[in-house]
């Protein structure tokens, strides 16, 4: 007997051995995803730490991670097992920064110069809260009923919607927030984040400073056949560039948003392993690298930072919003932009009015027309930084939808042929979320 529990033991080592080694890589990623949830949670929305241990962080693995807030520090720390401790630190006005041992926190740095005057006008237009609207194509009651819908009945934890919002004509015709949400929360678009990279590029041809449809200017690319690969190529996430893109596992994506301190440099040094215009596949990474090559089209970094807010969110209102940044100061142009739901809206709605916003032209009227157009070999999923129902993904929704979407789904609907932008924000996605029904319900309660 006694032999017997020595061999079961020694094979309860093997194993634990076994799992520490394989998964071992693995907590770097959960713990510096924790530390920098935890820190932006918590400092830029005010969350505490068990909502967010409970909602935001509430992911295979990730609840493994212990976490702590230092308050007067401004920063968290996130461990697994007390191992692989990691650090996320927060700079009023840049957010969160989720750092390395070499990082020199006492090092000075440059924040964005933002100026918000009043837009005395009523919301979302302005800056004042809106006024109270009704069209008479509407059903408000059955309006409510498909709004009501998205959110979780008491005690149910399933659809886990944070909040949708809704405007027509240039009106907020409804919202609603879940417990512990309201009008004022800032909550992450994670990959919303793309399209409004995206938008600098159409904001900056508009003032005739660039050309999409130029090479990318990369000087390491001058030599090689990526030296093809335009800027619009890399918009339409067409470049041919190798890029892997899971959230289950180790992978280009993980390592550059949790390891990498140039997250537009992960990209670029990449090799072709398709075709540009020819090849499309989504990725993160190009949209990090779009972030580095705005930063080229200005001579110093405060230029660049300030210019995200002073031609964009800053001139349409999206005062809440805040852009994060990587550790050699980029914003990280794939995923990092928190802004309330109001705020969100606001940027649907820009691209409704193709780019017009109080009789001010910020991108040419084309620009909407350019990112909803599909991008060649995306199957009609795909256009410029932008997801598109054209090829009938939410088969009850019209074909000219499209929509700027972000993990655990977050999205802002856009449909031209309705005058509507439909927000929503929550944490969970297409898998768990029927986003067809609900388009279908909200849509209904509109006549023809």
Not at 399 to 411: H, I, P, V
């Amino acid at each position: 007997m006694k032999k017997a529990f020595q061999i079961f033991g020694v094979l309860v080592v093997i194993v634990l051995v076994y799992v520490v080694s394989v998964n071992y890589p693995k907590l770097e990623l959960i713990s510096g995803f924790s530390a920098k949830s935890v820190a932006s949670a918590h400092f830029i929305d005010h969350r505490p730490l068990d909502l967010i241990e409970k909602s935001d962080n509430d992911i295979k693995l990730i609840t493994l991670a212990n976490n702590t807030i230092i308050e007067d520090e401004n920063y968290a720390t996130s461990s697994v097992f007390g191992l692989q401790k990691r650090k996320a630190i927060y700079r009023e006005g840049l957010g969160s920064l989720l750092i390395d041992d070499d990082f020199d926190v006492s090092k000075p740095y440059l924040v964005p110069h933002r100026i918000q005057p009043k837009i005395n006008f009523p919301y979302p237009l302005g800056t004042n809260e809106p006024k109270d609207s009704v069209f008479s194509n509407i059903n408000y009651t059955q309006l409510k009923k498909a709004v009501d819908s998205a959110f979780d009945k008491e005690n149910a934890f399933a659809k886990r919607t944070r909040s949708v919002l809704i405007l027509h004509k240039n009106h907020l015709i409804i919202e609603k927030y879940a417990d512990g949400f309201d009008k004022n929360s800032k909550i992450l678009g994670w990959s919303m984040t793309k399209s409004l990279t995206a938008t600098y590029f159409g904001i900056l041809q508009h003032q005739g400073k660039l050309n999409i449809n130029n090479p990318a200017p990369i000087s390491e690319w001058k030599n090689d056949e990526r030296s093809k690969i335009t800027m619009h190529n890399l918009i339409q996430m067409n470049s041919g560039l190798a890029w892997e893109e899971r959230y289950d596992k180790i992978c280009d994506a993980t390592k550059m948003l949790f390891n990498s301190r140039d997250m537009g440099k992960v990209q670029l040094e990449k090799p072709l392993a398709g075709k540009p215009n020819q090849t499309w596949n989504y990725s993160s990474g190009t949209s990090n690298l779009l972030s580095k090559i705005l930063r080229q089209q200005f001579k110093t970094h405060q230029e660049y930072l300030d210019f995200w807010y002073t031609s964009l969110i800053d001139k349409i209102g999206m005062y809440s919003m805040i852009v994060e940044t990587d550790m050699t100061g980029n914003y990280v142009g794939s995923s990092y932009a928190w802004a309330t739901t109001r705020d969100w809206g606001k940027l649907g709605l820009l691209y409704l009015n193709n780019g017009n916003w109080l009789g001010e032209q910020i991108f040419d009227k084309s620009w909407s027309k350019y990112v909803s157009t599909p991008t060649p070999t995306s199957e009609g999923r795909y256009g410029g930084h932008f997801w598109l129902n054209s090829s009938g993904k939410y088969p009850d929704a019209p074909r000219d939808l499209y929509y700027a979407s972000g993990f655990q789904g977050q999205k802002i609907f856009i449909i031209p042929s309705k005058d509507l932008v439909i927000v929503r924000m929550g944490l969970t996605d297409d898998e768990n979320f029927d986003f067809n029904g609900f388009l279908k319900e909200v849509l209904g309660s509109f006549e023809k």
